[in-house]
T-cell receptor, first 112, second 117 residues
Framework: GENVEQHPSTLSVQEGDSAVIKCTYS??????FPWYKQELGKGPQLIID?????GEKKDQRIAVTLNKTAKHFSLHITETQPEDSAVYFC???????????FGTGTRLKVLA | GAVVSQHPSRVICKSGTSVKIECRSL??????MFWYRQFPKQSLMLMAT?????????EQGVEKDKFLINHASLTLSTLTVTSAHPEDSSFYIC?????????????FGNGTRLTVT
């Protein structure tokens, strides 16, 4: 089955710097890759997603890149702000199963 | 945007009792909803897929008699933790897909923190 690895597990950056979180997946049939932000005590919120026919997608300070050959995708947050501090999860959705397999999460701390 | 409402947000119950958690899609219909469990500082583990009008599909290792799922309408799925024990204490999160196909976004509720004393 699909396996998603996520790194790093924790990440601290200075306010204004960029943050990059990387995920790798194992199933080449996966074709949808969302990213979620989870704040303490709340459910995950979708922040950006990318489909396998696209290499990059950007939404203001957030961007996601996908390398299908290498089977990895990354989340890039620029000009980080304290409110970006949260746990971020990547996920991969495998064709035909309708299931999301989540990465292990990255705890991002943006230091003011 | 698609909103998934989960209730209650917190519940404390005694060992041996049952607890029901509701998950509603507020502005869209969801033929399929998903129930996850999350331990502190860990990722989300899929417990079961709830299918409207039919039986839920449980992941390996999840006891279907312990975690009863009912999906009676296109906007409501319920998870009942039966005969709860302290080890059932966890954060339970439901989600629903807005649209058809596995490439549709999955939207999550705000979770239910269950504490069994």
């Amino acid at each position: 089955g699909e396996n998603v690895e996520q790194h790093p597990s924790t990440l601290s950056v200075q306010e204004g710097d960029s943050a990059v979180i990387k995920c790798t997946y194992s199933d080449s049939a996966s074709n949808y890759f969302p990213w979620y932000k989870q704040e303490l005590g709340k459910g995950p919120q979708l922040i950006i997603d990318i489909r396998s026919n696209v290499g990059e997608k950007k939404d203001q300070r957030i961007a996601v890149t996908l390398n299908k050959t290498a089977k990895h995708f990354s989340l890039h947050i620029t000009e980080t702000q304290p409110e970006d501090s949260a746990v971020y999860f990547c996920a991969a959705s495998t064709s035909g199963t309708y299931k999301y397999i989540f990465g292990t999460g990255t705890r991002l701390k943006v230091l003011a | 945007g698609a909103v998934v409402s989960q209730h209650p947000s917190r519940v404390i119950c005694k060992s041996g009792t049952s607890v029901k958690i509701e998950c509603r899609s507020l502005d869209f219909q969801a033929t399929t909803m998903f129930w996850y469990r999350q331990f502190p500082k860990q990722s989300l583990m899929l417990m079961a897929t709830s299918n409207e009008g039919s039986k839920a599909t449980y992941e390996q290792g999840v006891e279907k008699d312990k975690f009863l799922i009912n999906h009676a309408s296109l906007t409501l799925s319920t998870l009942t933790v039966t005969s709860a024990h302290p080890e059932d204490s966890s954060f339970y999160i439901c989600s629903a897909r807005d649209g058809q196909g596995n490439n549709s976004p999955l939207h999550f509720g705000n979770g239910t923190r269950l504490t069994v004393t």
